[in-house]
């Protein structure tokens, strides 16, 4: 029997599988009832099920031929105007088969088509509405063009809460006979931050293992950072100074990670380390500035040391500030 990617392996099939967003397919399964569909632009974070229920929702129309009236374009990939001119012009032409009253057209990424391409696609969506139905996903709709936005009915998506991770990921676990602890689980919601794709990769690697899995195995196959471990280093700054704060940095990088993943979880956590209110809002500040130089390419080590320099620096006058507080 062949391996699956588990992705794929527990992708929804149909509307009822989707987890996390029940206004949005309560609103699909109407649709599907009917029979009836306008044009749809969902728009939400990655790994949320935006891919998910477009296809979901084309089998619930169309049955076992669905993949013959579904098209699925990656903008992102193709991202010019010819993309329009050539392979969504040239599919939305072709009559709907099997008896369909029209066919879909899914542009996954669509916020990453030109300005011209946008306008072109404006244009085909209205020349084949009779009988073609664009789904157009996007991570955010404001990189929509006004005229789209307009024609189509529109879909948010919300990040997966806690508990239906949680759930989906004891489910996959039993499904699969992989042993996994209470922490491990919140370990992958952790790094996973409501993707549910990102989740289930992540359970995968570990089972790959072949042995229970565990809080600190998700930090280290997944090169992230645990929540744990930067408040140790920020505590360490505070309270010790520079060098022992320089030295966890130095582990931390060490086992892999990224210097994002230490930001993105500071600017996440930063309310809970013990300073001043005003002391949170110089250090966010701070952190802005590193992942903006770092976006722009300086050196990442670089800058989180002038981070951890500056919070080493400040640290007296922080706990004078918390005892003032």
């Known amino acids: 029997m062949k ?46 099920g935006k891919t998910a229920a477009a296809v979901a929702l084309t089998r619930e129309l169309f049955g076992d031929v669905w993949h013959e009236n579904f098209i699925e374009l990656n903008a ?14 040239t599919f939305a032409r072709l009559a709907p088969r099997s008896g369909a009253d029209f066919k879909i057209i899914f542009l996954d990424e669509s916020d990453s088509l030109t300005d011209a391409a946008q306008s072109a696609l404006r244009r085909t969506m209205e020349q084949y509405s009779s009988t073609c139905r664009f789904i157009l996903s996007c991570n955010y709709s404001s990189k929509i063009i006004e005229p789209i936005q307009s024609r189509c009915a529109i879909f948010r998506f919300k990040p997966l809460s806690m508990k239906d991770m949680i759930e989906q990921i004891r489910w996959i676990s039993e499904q699969e006979g992989v042993t996994i602890s209470d922490e491990g689980i919140d370990a ?29 195995m998700i930090y280290e196959i997944t090169a992230t950072v645990s929540t744990k471990d930067v408040m140790k280093l920020i505590n360490l700054a505070i309270d010790e ?54 976006t722009e390419g300086a050196n990442e080590r670089l800058q989180m040391e ?6 080493s620096l400040n640290r007296e006058k922080t706990r004078e500030k918390n005892y003032n507080t």
């Open 241 to 294: 100074g520079f060098d022992p704060a320089r030295k966890e940095l130095n582990d931390i990088f060490d086992r892999g990670v990224a210097s994002g993943e230490i930001l993105d979880v500071l600017a996440r956590r930063i309310f809970d380390f013990p300073i001043s209110d005003q002391a949170k809002i110089e250090l966010m500040e701070r952190i802005g500035e590193a992942d903006y130089r770092i």
């Open 306 to 311: 002038a981070l951890i320099a500056y919070v």
């Open 3 to 48: 391996e699956e990617i588990w992705i794929e392996k527990y992708r929804p099939r149909n509307l009822d599988q989707i987890i996390g967003q029940t206004s949005v397919t309560s609103r699909l399964k109407s649709y599907a009832r009917a029979r009836k569909l306008p044009h749809l632009l969902f728009s939400g974070p990655p790994g949320v």
């Open 76 to 89: 992102s990939d193709e991202r010019g105007i010819e993309t329009v001119r050539t392979k969504i012009k």
């Open 188 to 216: 992958i919601c952790e790094i996973a931050r409501g993707d549910m794709r990102r989740a289930i990769n992540a359970l995968q690697s570990a089972a790959a293992l072949e042995k229970p899995i565990e809080r600190e």
